[in-house]
């Protein structure tokens, strides 16, 4: 009998996925029962400081939905029919018990919806801790910083008091440690991808992403290693796609069949906002002084630009896009956003206007995590990427 070994980058790529389409939340349930008295603390996405989940010993889980494998029946009852789908499918969850194995929810500063939502979730789940994650909108250090260290130093107390115990500076700061360590990781395997989008495709990188979520970080951080060092041990064939930059997937994500789609059209991701939580802060954070003070200044001044950032002037906006754009050598922007989404489809105009001046061609659709009808997106990605083609070699 002939047996076959299969490659270990397949062997990750298929765990990530397992983790992904599980929506009990096993993998959280199954580190709380390895040590009595753990706690979990999920979060929604974009991003909140996970170094004080992580630095009060509980786990940080992102919940980001239940995507397109999940039916909404009760949530429909909590939400207007034009309202995006993440707060629905998230009600869900909770309503149906899936996430009973958290002990708290952070829901950060995105969007009037999520605010609500937060209020929502102290109403429905009033034996679990809540609370909704301000951030500044003053970028002046003594006045939006001590702001944003006042809200991270209400957070660190509520954590504690939850645990049982202070949380200390020393804590906090290996926690960071521990978070640089995957933030670089996550740089190298996005600048990887941008280099060899063929051998690294975006619907690998968006599930070991997503593993991140449900993950000690630090198993986490080897996890993504493990992958570059075995997706180089698999030669896989290059093709003559477009390479393109993803925009406006901050919160509510895309279907995976939606990523595969664009990717089987003929471009190739070379850059996105997926999981914005995972690439928020640009560089390392010092770990070796005030941590409060350090996350504060590394939010305010290194940290990446969104719909759901306050910009403290309008020329600001776009220049992140078209930075990402330039150094990832992408040859367009596809603009792919939740419908109803008033962050990213209020700022798409303003977007396109910079691209439209630096003559940077894109395209735009909408869609819903649980978007089932790809061919549309399907054809008119792979339109833009032949247009592309033609225009580059014109």
């Not at 990213?344 to 395209?363: F, G």
């Amino acid at each position: 009998m002939v047996t076959t070994t299969k490659p270990r980058v397949i062997e990750i790529v298929e765990r990530c996925e397992a983790l992904f389409e599980d929506l009990h939340f096993n993998a959280v349930k199954d580190w709380k029962a390895a040590e009595p008295g753990r706690k979990a603390i999920g979060y929604m996405p974009v991003y909140v400081p996970r170094e004080l989940i992580h630095a009060a010993g509980m786990l940080p889980v992102g919940i980001l939905g239940g995507g397109d494998q999940l039916e909404v029946i009760q949530g429909d009852a909590y939400y207007q029919s034009y309202i995006c789908r993440i707060p629905r499918s998230t009600i869900e969850l909770g309503l149906t018990g899936r996430l009973d194995c958290l002990d708290g929810m952070l829901f950060p500063s995105i969007c009037d919806v999520i605010r609500n939502l937060s209020g929502m979730w102290q109403i429905l789940f009033k034996d679990k801790y809540v609370r909704y994650v301000d951030v500044p909108q003053n970028y002046q250090d003594d006045v939006g910083g001590a702001f944003y260290i006042q809200e991270m130093q209400q957070i660190r107390d509520d954590l504690a008091q939850l645990r049982g115990a202070p949380i200390t500076d020393d804590e906090l700061n290996a926690s960071i440690a521990v978070y640089n360590d995957n933030r670089r990781a996550i740089r190298d395997l996005y600048a990887y991808r941008a280099a060899k989008p063929w051998q690294a495709p975006t619907s690998e990188v968006y599930l070991l992403l997503r593993a991140g979520m449900v993950l000690p970080v630090e198993e986490h951080t080897a996890l993504v290693r493990e992958y570059l060092a075995a997706v180089e041990q698999l030669p896989r064939p290059k093709r003559d796609n477009a390479r393109v930059v993803i925009n406006g997937s901050f919160c509510e994500q895309p279907p995976l069949a939606l990523i595969k789609s664009i990717e089987m059209s003929g471009c190739y991701i070379v850059d996105d906002d997926f999981i914005l939580v995972t690439r928020w802060l640009q560089g390392d954070v010092p770990a070796d002084g005030d941590p409060l003070a350090e996350l504060s200044k590394a939010f305010l001044h290194a940290s990446a630009s969104t719909a759901a950032k306050y910009d403290t002037t309008r020329e600001e906006k776009g220049m992140f896009l078209l930075k990402q754009v330039k150094t990832r050598g992408a040859e367009g922007v596809v603009f792919a956003a939740p419908s109803f989404c008033d962050p990213a489809l209020l700022e798409r105009p303003m977007l396109q206007d910079v691209l439209a001046r630096q003559k940077i061609p894109y395209t735009a659709f909408k869609y819903a995590e649980n978007t089932g009808q790809m061919a549309p997106i399907r054809e008119q990605a792979g339109t833009f990427a032949d247009s592309i083609k033609l225009w580059s070699a014109a």
